[in-house]
């Protein structure tokens, strides 16, 4: 006997192999120092959670659907008009709008080898092909996404810093990417990361999303400002770009408490500026570290952002060491899904998690010699 019918999903969502986040406990169901997520390890800003928990007395009331409090707080901070902010879930539903907005069936959404995996997901979720350009050195080659595009391409991604590499696109390569795409393919840069960047590096996104008619600039509150559990996002972009997101966008999709503590979060640059200090110092110091167990095999790809890569080319391998690491408390992200089953990728911790993260990968490094 034949099955019963049943709807069927279309077969572009079929193809989508899902989001899988980083793990929060160890294979027993233990407490564990959890680095696979690339949380902030100061936590939140005091005032953020002080607005936060002032939210709840509105718990009864809808949030505000426009978040023009948040938008004008994000415009006042980096001079941009908050009629063309637009905020999201995250910035992952940004990235979605954008490919839901700009892509269909028959189109191409184009991305670098080993970019973030939302972007393929954001791409066949809306019929489009998911098209993936080669890399060189675990960074972006300009080059090989400019070869890449075709008539078809109608939305670029771009991560920088990129994630999962920690990679850095320079200014130059990145203007350079943009004034050779198509006017109608639409950029999307992709900066969930940019507040680890150093002042001096700036990779020129802002101005174009200024004044270019395809250029949107996106960032998250879930990093250096230690809101990951509220997801809140936003984007910056031309006028008619957020106006055609906005038309799908989820109705009242930022709480309220999220708006709220991310407006105070912005309000506290102190907490900012300590994060962005923490960041770097141990970032600098958990890649040096790596660079003493080269002869081991061990290789950390140059980061910036709050996470570093590290590459397993001896006789210890990743796998190995994301399940040593796990039996001595440390959870990292090992990437066999992004094609990295050589990395792990490591969050910036507190000082005792580096220190202890260290000391067990050391111990695992003897034990394979």
Request: net charge negative.
């Amino acid at each position: 006997m034949s099955s019963p019918a049943a709807p069927q999903p279309k077969p572009w969502i079929d193809a989508i192999a899902p989001y899988v986040p980083g793990r929060s406990s160890t294979d027993g169901g233990g407490k564990a120092v959890k680095l696979s997520s690339n949380e902030n390890p100061l936590g939140t800003s005091p005032a953020a959670r002080a607005a936060f928990v002032a939210a709840a007395e509105s718990l009864d009331r809808y949030p505000d659907a426009s978040a023009v409090k948040l938008r004008e707080a994000i415009a006042a901070l980096h001079g941009l008009d908050p009629a063309r902010v637009i905020y999201g879930t995250g910035s992952d539903e940004i990235l979605h709008l954008a490919a839901g907005a700009f892509a269909g069936v028959g189109d191409e959404v184009l991305f670098v080898r080993y970019g973030f995996s939302v972007y393929p997901i954001a791409a066949r979720r809306v019929g489009a092909t998911a098209v993936e350009a080669p890399d060189v050195g675990y960074a972006t080659d300009v080059d090989a996404l400019l070869a890449a595009v075709t008539e078809r391409t109608r939305v670029v991604f771009l991560a920088n810093p990129n994630n999962p590499t920690g990679t850095f696109l320079p200014r130059a390569e990145l203007l350079r990417l943009h004034a050779a795409l198509p006017a109608e393919c639409l950029f999307v840069l992709d900066q969930a990361y940019y507040e680890y960047v150093d002042e001096a590096e700036d990779d020129g996104g802002f101005e174009l999303a200024l004044d270019a008619p395809n250029v949107l600039v996106t960032r998250t509150f879930s990093k250096i400002h230690g809101l990951a559990a509220e997801r809140i996002g936003w984007g910056y972009g031309p006028a008619r770009v957020i106006a055609a997101m906005h038309k799908i966008r989820a109705p009242f999709n930022v709480t309220t408490a999220g708006q709220d503590a991310a407006i105070a979060s912005l309000r506290d640059p102190q907490f900012i500026a300590a994060s962005r200090d923490h960041n770097a110092r141990w970032r600098a110091w958990l890649e040096a570290e790596i660079a003493t167990l080269g002869n081991a095999g061990l290789r950390a790809v140059p980061s910036h952002a709050n996470f570093v890569l590290v590459l397993f080319e001896g006789r210890l391998t990743a796998e190995q060491a994301y399940s040593g690491l796990m039996a001595h408390g440390y959870i990292t992200r090992w990437l066999p899904g992004q094609g990295l089953p050589q990395a792990l990728r490591i969050s910036i911790g507190t000082e005792p998690d580096m220190r202890g993260l260290i000391a067990a990968l050391r111990s695992l490094v003897d034990g394979a010699a």
